[in-house]
């Protein structure tokens, strides 16, 4: 069983950060890339960033380069959003994913407002 649990979100004034985590289990989480995606109510969902097997590569959406941090830690099964400089367009629902295979976790509400 894929199992993916993501934490962190809440509300945050904007200029804030955040610091989301997910927990994976039910595959070999070293041998695919991770990613974060979000999905604000009416919109698409959007990929955030994605990182490789081992972090040597890494491609962030255009809207949170320099402010957002993916990371991973393969011998904790985890992996990591990093959010500074936080926007009210970032508000959404953050879901962690593995690029191989179909599941999802049941997200995290991150809501930046005043």
């Known amino acids: 069983q894929v199992q993916l649990v993501e934490s962190g979100g809440g509300l945050v004034q904007p200029g804030g950060s955040l610091r989301l985590s997910c927990i994976a289990s039910?595959?070999?989480?070293?041998?695919?890339?991770m990613s974060w995606y979000r999905q604000a109510p009416g919109k698409e969902r959007e990929l955030v960033a994605t990182i490789s097997l081992f972090g040597r590569n890494i491609e962030y959406a255009d809207s949170v380069k320099g402010r957002f941090t993916i990371s991973r830690d393969n011998a904790k099964f985890m992996v990591y959003l990093q959010m500074n400089s936080l926007k009210p367009d970032d508000t959404a629902v953050y879901y962690c994913?593995?690029?191989?295979?179909?599941?999802w976790g049941q997200g995290t509400q991150v809501t930046v407002s005043s």
């Open positions: 994913k593995c690029e191989g295979n179909p599941y």
């Open positions: 039910g595959f070999r989480f070293s041998g695919y890339a």
